[in-house]
């Protein structure tokens, strides 16, 4: 059964860092493509970054561009997001998913993790 779990979310302060790991079980990870999205609290879920099933090629949403980077390690199926520069516009629930093909900012990902919180403070 596929299963992805979200790790490393918590509590920062503005201008702090954080890593968020997404470990992947029961699907051929190397295959997929993977996602971070993320849904503050009255909003909708919105893409943050992308990764190639390679992980040759990345994709940012402008909001992150420059803070934030997203890598894999297929050995591990885990998937990473690392924050830095954090803001308080950046508290939401931080979701990993995992799909075919290239169109990292669609959300219609078969697979998702079940999220992490992250909460940054002024």
């Known amino acids: 059964q596929e299963q992805l779990v979200e790790s490393g979310g918590g509590l920062v302060q503005t201008g702090g860092s954080l890593r968020l790991s997404c470990a992947a079980s029961?699907?051929?990870?190397?295959?997929?493509?993977m996602g971070w999205f993320r849904q503050a609290v009255g909003k909708e879920r919105e893409f943050v970054a992308g990764?190639?099933?390679?992980?040759?090629?990345?994709d940012y949403a402008d909001s992150v561009k420059g803070r934030f980077t997203i890598s894999r390690v297929n050995a591990k199926n885990t998937v990473y997001l690392q924050m830095n520069s954090l803001k308080p516009e950046d508290t939401a629930v931080y979701y990993c998913?995992?799909?075919?093909?290239?169109?990292?900012?669609?959300?219609?990902?078969?697979?998702w993790g079940q999220g992490t919180q992250v909460t940054v403070s002024s």
């Open positions: 998913g995992a799909r075919w093909g290239t169109a990292y900012r669609i959300a219609n990902y078969p697979y």
């Open positions: 990764i190639s099933g390679n992980g040759g090629t990345t």
């Open positions: 029961g699907l051929t990870f190397s295959s997929y493509s």
